[in-house]
């Protein structure tokens, strides 16, 4: 119980998939705190909000041909992946039963999933928590798959999202927040997702890169360089994911109770602390005060606190937030060292990000804080002379970021070899743009005017040369053309 309103203790079934009494017999709302169910919901819409958060963030750091089809991802993330998460992807990451590496399908289709109490907490039912996690499935592939970015057809992208939850996300939540894991048995410590988010998009997205391959026109050492299209769009998404980070982090303590209010405040304080690093090392370069490496260090920070959100101390926060924006920051040249094109440093800030936010969990995790929710006992971490804490982090971190990293290669190689789902657009679609090829729609209407007028006057003037009996093609727009 987290609160002081007095709930009826579950005496069901527990242990194996099932539905927990029957609604026409038992009020099943009796086992839960309403404050409770609130939170959880309301953390989940909030974790939603995330989702197009990232769209916009990556849609501002690409090119404007490429810009809504970014967005467009994003959104595809959430529909495909929702719908693996009711078909068998809920059942493989969060059954009841299972081995140590994937669950069931005990739960396929969400059967004999409502009130039984779940297995991340006591405190809300199978279904609350269905609800929450599912969209925590449906912003990793979001996240990853900013690598396809101007290059990258989206058919294929679609049928990756629903064969990567399935294959690589499932197990990965599965042994880390399951307590049949092997990670959980072993005694890994993830609060909100450094491995089965973070780590494993982060991995995904340099596999994406390394198999797509560079675009056109990249330079070994000085990759593609232009300027973020849209600065606007990074900061709206960066809000988004800051306001929703609340939820994604705070609802990990499944209640609303101290231990969510902590993950909150160490949230907030690390992203405040990882946004002013960043703009400080940009500046000591180029004499500027970046909006980009403001924003892009805020999400350094809150990806590095996210696996210890619920175990750690706010002056630890601050340790995170300093040292995932250094780390991030200093990681987005590693793409030139390994020659991978990961246009929008995925790899970079949730790949290293999570790692640095793993590791540091190994240090700072304390027993006190966990213990705020009144239920949860953990060993701690270093300041608890719990030391072998940071070799099952590290051990978690490796095997996620290895399995994400190696299954992402074999199912992108397998499926560019099926006809109709070649990666990759032609390098004369790459030129006109994604939007244009795979969507035929754009982001902003003036684009189209602007790249239209000189074949509007050329139009005038081949036509009024040739007949003129008509008096004046003004307005006209040619059907199709190509960008400039």
Same mark, same amino acid.
Request: contains cysteine.
């Given at each position: 119980?987290?609160?002081?309103? &007095?709930?009826?203790?579950?005496n069901? !079934?527990?242990?194996?998939?099932?539905?927990?009494?029957?609604? &026409?017999?038992?009020?099943?709302?009796?086992?839960?705190e309403?404050?409770d169910f609130?939170w959880?919901?309301?953390?989940?819409?909030?974790v939603?909000?995330?989702?197009?958060?990232?769209? $916009?963030?990556?849609?501002?750091?690409a090119?404007?041909?490429?810009?809504?089809?970014?967005? %467009?991802?994003?959104?595809?993330?959430?529909a495909?992946?929702?719908?693996?998460?009711?078909?068998?992807?809920?059942?493989?990451?969060?059954?009841?039963?299972g081995?140590?590496y994937?669950?069931d399908?005990?739960?396929?289709?969400?059967?004999?999933?409502?009130?039984?109490?779940?297995?991340?907490?006591?405190?809300?039912?199978d279904?609350?928590?269905?609800l929450?996690?599912?969209?925590?499935?449906?912003?990793?592939p979001?996240?990853?798959?900013?690598?396809?970015?101007d290059?990258?057809?989206?058919?294929?992208?679609?049928?990756?999202?629903?064969?990567?939850s399935?294959? #690589?996300?499932?197990? =990965?939540a599965?042994?880390?927040w399951?307590?049949?894991?092997?990670?959980?048995?072993?005694?890994g410590?993830?609060?909100?997702?450094?491995?089965?988010?973070h780590?494993?998009?982060?991995?995904?997205?340099?596999a994406?890169?390394?198999?797509?391959?560079?675009?056109?026109?990249?330079?070994?050492?000085?990759? =593609?360089?232009?300027?973020?299209h849209?600065?606007?769009?990074?900061?709206?998404?960066?809000?988004f994911?800051?306001?929703?980070?609340?939820?994604?982090?705070?609802?990990?303590?499944?209640?609303?109770?101290?231990?969510?209010?902590m993950?909150?405040?160490? !949230?907030?304080?690390?992203a405040?602390v990882?946004?002013?690093?960043?703009?400080?090392?940009d500046?000591?370069? +180029?004499?500027?005060?970046?909006? #980009?490496?403001?924003?892009?260090?805020?999400?350094?920070?809150?990806?590095?606190?996210?696996?210890?959100?619920?175990?750690?101390?706010?002056?630890?926060?601050?340790i $995170?937030?300093?040292?995932?924006?250094?780390?991030?920051?200093?990681?987005?040249k590693?793409?030139?060292?390994?020659?991978?094109?990961?246009?929008?440093?995925?790899?970079?800030v949730? @790949?290293?990000?999570?790692?640095?936010g /793993?590791?540091?969990?190994?240090? $700072?995790?304390?027993?006190y804080?966990?213990? =705020?929710?009144?239920t949860?006992?953990?060993?701690? @971490?270093w300041?608890?002379? /719990?030391?072998?804490q940071?070799?099952?982090?590290?051990?978690?971190s490796?095997a996620?970021?290895?399995?994400?990293?190696?299954?992402?290669?074999?199912?992108l190689?397998?499926?560019?070899?099926?006809?109709?789902?070649?990666?990759?657009?032609?390098? +004369?679609?790459?030129?006109?743009?994604?939007?244009?090829? &795979? =969507?035929? +729609?754009?982001?902003?209407?003036?684009?189209?005017?602007?790249?239209?007028?000189?074949?509007?006057? %050329?139009?005038? /003037?081949? &036509?009024?040369?040739?007949?003129?009996?008509r008096?004046?093609?003004?307005?006209?727009?040619?059907?199709k053309?190509?960008p #400039?």
């Amino acid at each position: 119980m987290s609160g002081s309103v &007095q709930v009826v203790e579950y005496n069901g !079934t527990t242990g194996a998939d099932d539905s927990g009494y029957s609604s &026409q017999v038992t009020n099943l709302n009796v086992f839960y705190e309403s404050g409770d169910f609130a939170w959880i919901i309301v953390s989940s819409a909030l974790v939603l909000l995330m989702i197009p958060g990232v769209g $916009f963030f990556y849609s501002g750091l690409a090119r404007r041909k490429s810009a809504l089809s970014l967005i %467009m991802l994003a959104m595809l993330s959430v529909a495909v992946v929702d719908f693996q998460w009711f078909f068998w992807g809920y059942s493989l990451a969060f059954s009841h039963t299972g081995s140590s590496y994937i669950g069931d399908l005990g739960n396929f289709g969400l059967m004999k999933t409502l009130a039984q109490p779940s297995v991340g907490s006591s405190k809300i039912p199978d279904l609350l928590f269905c609800l929450f996690q599912g969209m925590f499935a449906a912003i990793t592939p979001a996240l990853a798959i900013g690598a396809a970015v101007d290059r990258a057809r989206i058919l294929p992208c679609i049928v990756f999202i629903f064969v990567w939850s399935t294959i #690589v996300y499932d197990p =990965l939540a599965y042994w880390t927040w399951n307590a049949n894991g092997w990670s959980a048995k072993l005694g890994g410590l993830d609060f909100a997702g450094g491995t089965p988010v973070h780590i494993s998009s982060g991995a995904a997205a340099l596999a994406f890169s390394i198999m797509l391959g560079k675009r056109s026109g990249y330079d070994k050492s000085a990759g =593609l360089p232009y300027r973020p299209h849209n600065v606007t769009h990074i900061v709206l998404g960066t809000v988004f994911l800051w306001v929703g980070w609340f939820g994604f982090n705070g609802g990990s303590a499944f209640a609303a109770n101290l231990r969510a209010v902590m993950a909150c405040i160490v !949230t907030h304080l690390a992203a405040c602390v990882g946004a002013i690093t960043w703009v400080l090392l940009d500046y000591r370069l +180029e004499k500027k005060w970046s909006v #980009v490496g403001f924003c892009s260090g805020a999400i350094a920070g809150l990806v590095a606190i996210t696996p210890a959100a619920g175990f750690v101390t706010p002056w630890a926060a601050v340790i $995170f937030g300093i040292v995932g924006g250094i780390g991030c920051n200093i990681a987005t040249k590693l793409k030139f060292l390994i020659g991978a094109d990961d246009a929008l440093d995925v790899f970079a800030v949730h @790949g290293i990000g999570g790692i640095i936010g /793993n590791l540091l969990t190994g240090l $700072f995790a304390a027993d006190y804080i966990a213990a =705020l929710d009144g239920t949860s006992e953990i060993p701690g @971490g270093w300041v608890n002379q /719990n030391y072998i804490q940071l070799a099952y982090q590290i051990a978690d971190s490796v095997a996620g970021f290895s399995y994400s990293f190696g299954l992402t290669c074999i199912i992108l190689f397998l499926l560019n070899l099926i006809p109709g789902l070649s990666l990759r657009v032609r390098p +004369e679609e790459e030129d006109i743009g994604i939007d244009d090829i &795979q =969507l035929g +729609e754009f982001a902003y209407d003036y684009v189209e005017l602007q790249r239209h007028t000189s074949d509007i006057l %050329m139009a005038r /003037n081949s &036509q009024s040369q040739s007949d003129h009996e008509r008096t004046s093609l003004k307005g006209m727009v040619p059907e199709k053309t190509s960008p #400039v």
